[in-house]
């Protein structure tokens, strides 16, 4: 699986990345709400890293150790959800990037972003 969908997301559901997906391989699922790719879909281009205002995806070869399992759920969860491609409202609980680096830090967590952030 070339890039991954992490925790981060989960409750927020910004859909900038989908938009620039030249292959569509972003789901959206109700449990967790969140998105996620299919990793049979993604060709790897990086495309979508920049765009996630809270820097929820990142290359598999990079995802931080509290985000690990990620790449197994990003594959199971896909084929529940529904395949976006448009920009829709993030939802009402979505949080900013500082804040959930603020939630990461009191978990005691050390997360880097992924090289390609925006």
Not at 8 to 14: E, G, K, N, S, T
Not at 18 to 23: A, D, H, I, L, S
Not at 26 to 39: C, G, H, N, R, S
Request: one cysteine or more.
């Amino acid at each position: 699986m070339p890039h991954v969908v992490t925790g981060r997301c989960v409750d927020c559901r910004y859909t900038d990345c989908c938009t620039v997906c030249p292959v569509d391989c972003f789901y959206e699922t109700a449990e967790p709400a969140m998105l996620v790719i299919d990793p049979d879909t993604c060709i790897d281009c990086e495309l979508c890293v920049p765009e996630c205002p809270i820097n929820a995806i990142y290359p598999e070869t990079e995802l931080p150790e509290p985000y690990k399992d990620w790449t197994e759920k990003n594959r199971q969860l896909f084929s529940a959800g529904t395949c976006v491609s448009e920009k829709k409202d993030a939802l009402p609980s979505a949080l900013d990037l500082a804040a959930i680096q603020a939630k990461e830090k009191a978990a005691g967590f050390s997360i880097d972003e992924p090289s390609k952030a925006g």
